[in-house]
């Protein structure tokens, strides 16, 4: 049907040609004409970049400009010679009174673009209800006009309730999102924050926005598209460990005071004891020093059966100590019937998540009555030594104001034992560390 009605005499006024090269209009020209393509192809660009080639007879373009009254949104160059029917925008009317199959035409390719736009955004909108994250849409005045699956979890609102509100009405405090926004589109930059939302069943949430500003072809702002994550147990954590450290400081401070009486009246007394029993001292010093820190940190959420957070504390503890001079491998916390509640291993290859509910009850925690720690000796299978690799623990008693927990078992470095110290089982049992 193109042919037919390309081929029509009545239409020579209209056609227009451009070489090879030619640019029939640029990104932000005012014109508003409209253009069909009888002959050649045609590049799209935006910027410099090519965004997509017209090759197919009868094509139109430029309507957008034409049905919208706006700028250029987009280059169009012709790739070689190009024929095109070209009508001026005050000649429309009179045109399709002239063609009027053309109208027949125009609306059929109008419908079917409107179809694949519709196929697209539905696409686009099941894939972002796939997304764990929350997405959230907002045109240019701030109302939302998308809001998947995750948003309806996250925030405790279904779209129902959220198309077309204002999207800082989530938010506890609208000026600090506000704000946000603001800093974001005058710097380009800080692109994510975390704001408070009241979430309708979960009470008070911490939600890290992400933000993503949308332009048009001309640079002009048309919305805000929105990730938001919950990050309310991280922020609590942190708040927690805040605490932590102010009420240790103080104690921290007197046990450096305590540990560093220790170490200058044992190099005191060292002109009188042989270097080998200065060392053991110095390992007897630093369990005691060790044991105190991790009780101070672990109780609460030991208490608590928090095993997200004696993890992460524990994890801290080897992060912050020095690989070369540390005589442990790992920690292990028992509770009061000698199951194992939570383990770290300094070898980040171990598997330790088949230790945990293991119990200790049929093993010998050998020591002084009147001393905190008892000694477990054992021999351990694993790839490297099937018949089994000796394995040395000191396990501390570990109570709080309530009664007994549970133990806190240092995991030593048989090796470093050996070499480092040249203690045995027995000298690690015969060390006293005083019962409160």
Known sequence: MWKKIIDSPDLAKYHTTYEKGQVIFFEGDDSEDLYFLISGQLDIFR????????????????????????????????????????????????????????????????????????????????????????VILTN????????????????????????????????EEPQLYRDFLDEVQSRNAVRERVLRIRHPERGVCFISTSTTLLYDGHNNFQGVLSLGRDVT??????????????????????L??????????????????????????????????????LKSLLADPFAAEDRSETS?????????????????????????????????SANEEKDTVGILDETYKGVSFQGREDSLHKLLTFYRADEDHPM????????????NDEGFLGWLIFQMDVDSLETQYEIDDEGLRQFRFEKP
Do not use: H
């Open 47 to 134: 910027g410099k970049t090519k965004i997509r080639e017209i090759t197919e007879i009868g094509a139109f373009f430029g309507e957008m400009s034409f049905l919208l009254g706006g700028k250029r949104t987009a280059t169009v160059k012709a790739f070689d010679d190009v024929r095109t029917i070209r009508i001026p925008k005050d000649k429309v009317s009179a045109f399709l009174q002239e063609f009027p199959e053309f109208s027949q035409e125009i609306c059929g390719l109008l419908a079917r673009r409107l179809n694949e736009t519709s196929q697209v955004l539905y696409g686009l909108k099941t894939f972002c209800d796939q997304v764990p994250d929350a």
């Open 140 to 171: 240019r005045e701030g109302k939302i006009i998308s809001w998947n699956m995750g948003a309806e979890g996250l925030y405790g609102r279904d779209w129902n309730q959220m198309r077309n509100r204002a999207v800082e009405e989530i938010y």
């Open 256 to 293: 450096g005071i305590l540990v560093a009486s220790v170490f200058f009246g044992v190099s005191y007394s060292s002109k009188e004891k042989p270097p080998v029993e200065i060392e053991k001292q110095t390992l007897r010093n630093q369990l005691a020093k060790d044991y105190i820190l």
């Open 312 to 344: 992460q504390l524990m994890r801290e503890f080897f992060r912050i100590q020095d690989p070369t001079t540390i005589p442990y491998i790992g920690l292990i916390l028992l509770n009061k019937d000698k199951t194992v509640f939570d383990v770290f």
């Open 388 to 399: 089994g690799k000796k394995a040395i623990e000191i396990a501390f008693e570990w109570s």
């Open 233 to 254: 147990k991280v922020k609590k954590l942190e708040k927690r460990y805040r605490l932590t450290r102010n009420r240790l400081l103080p104690a921290v401070f007197l």
